[in-house]
């Protein structure tokens, strides 16, 4: 069992910055890659950003320039800076942790970007 704890999200005006966190505990794989997805009403889940515990990173395109994803990988631990947040960042967004046949889902922590 891997459990996911994650941390962070809100309320933010058009333009604004927030920061999510989200550390892992447990049987946690060897190789294993961290990220968040997001999920806004209406909308199929996607992916927003990963990070390998290897360094490699990837961004979905929507984000590329305005989030960063970093890991401290000797705590499994994944954060998402998230800078010049627009209306159409706003969703649930989750953490998850896969790797090997391990494959985990944060309950999720809303984002919303209005003014």
């Known amino acids: 069992q891997v459990q996911l704890v994650e941390s962070g999200g809100g309320l933010v005006q058009p333009g604004g910055s927030l920061s999510l966190s989200c550390t892992a505990s447990g049987s946690i794989p060897g190789f294993n890659i961290m990220g968040w997805y997001r999920q806004a009403p209406g909308k199929e889940r996607e992916m927003v950003a990963t990070a390998t515990n290897g360094g490699w990173k990837n961004y979905g395109d929507s984000v590329k320039g305005r989030f960063t994803i970093s890991r401290e990988s000797g705590w499994n631990t994944v954060y998402l800076q998230m800078n010049s947040l627009r209306p159409e960042d706003t969703a649930v967004y989750y953490c998850?942790?896969?790797?090997?046949?391990?494959?985990?889902w944060g309950q999720g922590t809303q984002v919303t970007v209005s003014s």
């Open positions: 998850r942790l896969f790797g090997g046949v391990t494959d985990y």
